[in-house]
């Protein structure tokens, strides 16, 4: 079957891609091509170089050196004005929708289609559209805002945006990033129509079981190089990943005996609103206990971000408490909720954690710049700051030339250490760890993993939400399912399996029945 | 994909201290520099209407004359200190709302309800004791200008409204106000045009030639009292944090809108001084048409000093020293006043187009005016 | 029924607001005329900023913009008047050649001013707001330095103005309408063009490709650009097409209205087309209301000094000092700010500077 795929000639042909980065060689000389009616996965961890590659040939960025081959002829691609005359189209990892334009002002968006020079058919518009729709399986309605859809709905209005303009090469960057898993199925499905009527897509992905899943070949990458190739039914999950890694890996740590003690925090019937005011957590009971893991598994959206923000101080409930170590504490403020004990690595290192243009040390004070020994009253002491400072670095291991150079100037892993370093190092009673290590390479994730199972050996009690259910899997003593805003079941961390977990995170259900509404 | 090792910031603080002076102040004297070069070209040109033809001479008059009027006499000299005394403040006020990530365009109406609340008190208490009519005189303009700071603060905390658009509104507002204030309760009978009652007692004294008032001292210890505030104190890191990322401010248990607020008030107030002292001290009474443009020209000097106390003070001096020296300049060389303002707004060109500065000048150094960049964040009525 | 006629004449509030009813009846076709002229720079200068902000830019120096076209209309049409000596002015809207050179002068000069902007914001990525402020500080400095230098010296400087279209008797006096006919097009050319150009720019905006495409780039200027739209080179062309409508604000100001120019005339005028842009939600009809009711305060302070109302509501209107009219469109703007809140309604890319290549 290799065989016979080979002899036809590729589509799409990258040669010996180069792409330069101040300080970072994001490409090294890659090559990679793209059969008629083929979904070739693009596999390699979150900085391996997959997105700068797709960009270059997305007209996004330029590459140094290398050629691109369209049907064996070169080609320029300078801007995605001309990847798209070339029938490339690219569905983004985030989603490059206008919120406040309808479903058709996207679609038609630089292919309008005209009534005259000046304006645009919009009855012939949204009559095509409908159509392009039906002809893959989906109503859609043209005049509806993107605000208003679902993700799923929104990942369906792309890849309409792509088939608009009569695309031949579909790249979708981490398309089930956001999905739930039966979301995931039906894209999937969506996909291998496409491809059956001989549209050519590149599928990336850090996630080994789905590659195996959708691709008829899958490409490794790793620090910008290719570092093999495989088809699905001749490869596994742990070749993959030491391919990908570049060395062994244990795809999971060693999480050891739990010894739970006393309640430490204690959630009852809270309720929350999200920013559009839309109640997105409805009714949330939990406990955590000294020296255990609770981790919260569910898909992206689910009301994580508001529970976390709400337990956090940073969201205000709407009704139910939150009592910790024996207080209520319902509706206090950070800083009081801080000075109890609670510390919170936040999802967002960028928005919330880090001043990125501060130097690192004032970072590293972030929360606790105000009180002694950093500061007397009103007065600042530099050099109480700068001492701890060093302390943090040597002790959690963040690799910066100094102090004081703005935090920006460090790598993403370091910056979550240097997160990680200030909050565990205040000696929390309580541990909200929101996403650790989204975005992190093996070696900070191992790190981070690590400190958080002595942090919970310590006696810490450890709230742990992330969306990547392998993590959660990895690190809980018990594992609760968030669905729709409310926890759905809690299974103990060791006995869970994956499939039943992702099930529940899928439906909110243990049962099979599918789950209908969409938006 | 990792991140980048050696990037200019990097650079600049490997430095050391002087290295660091330098990367600081090169694009701003570079700019003041080629600013006065087309100011040259400007006054060049003009020497054609002023004399017929074209009187290569007529720059080196000018800024000669320019030198002489600002630092060529004592008198000279007094005069930039005293034309350079509400720039300071000025400044200070802008300056210090850019670390908390604020423009404050409003200073303008600031300074004219201060000045005209000082000249309200100041004239109620002109027969009062001197230290008692003055200090309340300019109680009076630095609660007026924090007042009408306060608003757009206030507005921006709890609405999101942004403050640009809120203090352009405010300072016609302002004017307006002031307007119906001095031709109503404040209105001095027995003078031709509308103005309030002699100061008496509340006048500022002159601690420096014939002059220069005790204002002056005010504006020297603004300086280091608000580098103080921003630099060594834990409401000045909070200042600068909720300027830098308000999020990350909020996440670290620090109160933005108590900040916003707060740093918008410190402004007016900041501004309110000047107000006060340009009353008290200056003009001694005041109109509804009181013309001044303090509130765009403090921007300048905010700018041009990158928004840090020690620039501040230079940068005000620079400009108070063009002020003062313009009279003569226009008197000698036949040259408006006005290119003052010209060679104001050509500095800041400059400052705003620094990447065309550092590559004229080869300077490789930190930013230009990229500590700004959250100033447009939430324009428009957007919450932050 | 007796009894609700006197408790409400009782209430002198609702009696004063019958009064005020019936005056307004009475005047406001007598004053629309001014009502309009007052509004046109405003709405003018509105386009500028909407044409601006609509594809991400933010623009406070519509003011400086609006300050450097009406001395470059003025000095552009008094230096070709000198040259070319007296002249019959053509019958419509006594246009003569000076004229239309000063107008032109106008909008290239807005065109440039907004070329300098747009190359600060855009190329240079410098902060907006500061790009505007620079705009206004420059404007001011040049338009005062050159006044001084150029004008002041020749008091006898000048070209004469555009006059104001003459209605037929009949149009004006077609009963209910009339008023407005006359109220829209007893004007001079630029204030007859702001209407249209307000319905073109309405149209323009929400029915064409550029329009469709300026909307993306001002909201997601990312997601514009991967379907191949040139972002840098669409705000290029909104902000400069917008020093357009600038200029003839500008043109109005010395042109249109005065027939001189004196330093600082806008006289805030373009902050208030700022506060227009923001009331008006950013679309062109909007910001053309909220310039007509921006000015109906001052329309209504020239009629009330004009023909003084009587009774009640006399008494009520000259206990309101006359500042108040003059700060009322500012307060106004501020309250739909304040009200208008947390709601995003801003194009959502506004202020943002956009950087080409991706690096993640």
Known sequence: MVDAVTEVSPVLTMRGIIKRYPGVLANDAIDLDLRPGEIHALLGENGAGKSTLMNILYGLAVPDEGSILIDGRPVDILSPHDAIDRGISMVHQHFMLVPVLTVA??????????????????????????????????????????????????????????????????????????????????????????????????????????????????????????????????????????????????????????????????????????????????????????????????????????????????????????????????????????????????????????????????????????????????????????????????????????????????????????????????????????????????????????????????????????????????????????????????????????????????????????????? | MTVVDDRPAERFWRRGRLGQLFAIGAVPVASVFLALVVAALIILASSVVTTGSIDLALPFVAYGALLQGSIGSVSAILNTILQATPLVLGGLAVGIGFKAGLFNIGGLGQFLLAATAAAGVGAALATAPAPIAIVAALLAGMAAGAAWGWIPGALKAWSGAHEVVTTIMLNSIAAALIGFIILGPLLAPGYSFGRTADLGNSVLPIVLGTNVHLGVILAVIAVPVVWWLLYKSTLGFEIRSVGANPSAARYAGMRPRFLIMLTMTLSGLLFGIAGAIEILGVSHFMTPSYGTAIGFDAIAVALLGRSHPFGIAAAALLFGALRAGAGLMQVVAGIPVEIIDVIQAIILLFLAADIVVRHLFRIRAAGGIADLKTVTSSYGGRAS | ???????????????????????????????????????????LGALCGIMNERSGVVNIGIEGMMLSSAFSAFLVAALVAQAMGPMDPSPLFGVTVPIVCGVLAAIATGMLVSALHAWLSISIRADQIISGTIINILAFGLTGYLNRLLISPNPRLGAGIFQPLVLPDFLVDLPLIGWIIRGFFAHGPITISVLFLVLFLQLWLFRSRWGLRTRAVGEHPKAAETVGIDVIKLRYRNVILGGVFAGLAGAYLTLEQSGSFQNGMTSGRGFIALGAVIFGRWTPIGAFGAALLFTASEALRVAISLSPPTGQLGDVLRTIPPEFFGALPYLVTLVVLVAAGGRSIAPAAVGKPYAREART
């Not at chain 1, 579909?170 to 995931?184: G, I």
């Not at chain 1, 009301?303 to 319902?330: C, F, N, W, Y």
């Not at chain 1, 070696?443 to 810490?460: C, P, Q, V, Y």
């Open chain 1, 105 to 519: 002002e996207n679609i038609l968006l630089g292919e309008e289609t005209m009534a005259n020079p000046v304006f645009i058919d919009r009855n012939e518009a949204r009559r095509r559209i409908v159509a392009l729709g039906r002809q893959f399986g989906f109503e859609i309605d043209p005049d509806a805002r993107i605000e208003s859809l679902s993700v799923g709905w929104q990942q369906r209005v792309e890849i309409l945006k792509a088939l608009y303009r009569k695309a031949r090469i579909l790249v979708l960057d981490e398309p089930t990033a956001v999905l739930t898993p039966q979301e995931t199925e039906e894209i999937f499905a969506v996909l291998r129509r496409l491809a059956a009527e001989g549209h050519s897509i590149i599928f990336i992905s850090h996630k080994l079981y789905e590659v195996l899943e959708i691709a008829d070949r899958i490409t490794v990458i790793r620090r910008g190089r290719v570092v093999g190739e495989r088809i699905p039914s001749q490869t596994n999950e742990e070749d993959l990943a030491e391919l990908m890694v570049g060395r062994n890996v244990q795809l999971t740590v060693d999480r050891g005996e739990s010894h739970p003690a006393d309640v430490v925090l204690s959630v009852r019937g809270l309720r929350a609103k999200d920013g559009r005011g839309r109640e997105v957590v409805r009714g949330i009971d939990l406990d955590v206990r000294a020296g255990e893991t609770l981790g919260i598994a569910g898909v992206a959206g689910n009301g994580q971000d508001e529970l976390v923000e709400v337990l956090t101080g940073l969201r205000k409930p709407s009704a139910g408490s939150v009592t910790m170590i024996g207080t209520d504490v319902t509706g206090w403020s950070p800083r009081r909720l801080y000075e109890s004990g609670l510390a919170h690595v936040p999802g967002d290192r960028h928005r919330w954690a880090m001043i990125m243009s501060f130097p690192l040390e004032d970072n590293l004070v972030l929360t606790s710049y105000y009180r002694p020994p950093f500061a007397r009253g009103l007065v600042r002491q530099d050099g109480a700051i700068d001492a701890w400072a060093k302390e943090l670095i040597e002790r959690f291991d963040i690799r910066t030339p100094s102090a004081t150079v703005a935090a920006d100037t460090l790598s993403g892993g370091n910056q979550q250490k240097a997160v990680v370093a200030r909050e565990f190092s205040s000696q929390p009673k309580m541990l909200v760890l929101d996403q650790p290590t989204r975005g992190l390479d093996v070696g900070s994730i191992e790190f981070i993993h690590n400190r958080a199972i002595e942090m919970r050996d310590a006696g810490a009690g450890i709230l742990l939400v992330s969306a990547e259910l392998d993590e959660v899997l990895e690190l809980s003593d018990r594992i609760a399912v968030m669905y729709r805003g409310e926890l759905v079941a809690t299974l103990d961390g060791r006995g869970a399996n994956k499939e039943e977990v992702g099930l529940l995170m899928a439906t909110g259900r243990r049962g099979q029945e599918p789950d209908k509404a969409v938006s």
């Open chain 3, 1 to 43: 029924m007796d009894q609700l006629a006197t408790a409400l004449d009782t209430l002198p509030v609702i009696g004063v607001l019958f009064q005020l009813i019936g005056y307004l009846v009475a005047t406001v076709p007598v004053i629309a005329p001014i009502f309009v002229a007052l509004a046109a720079p405003i709405a």
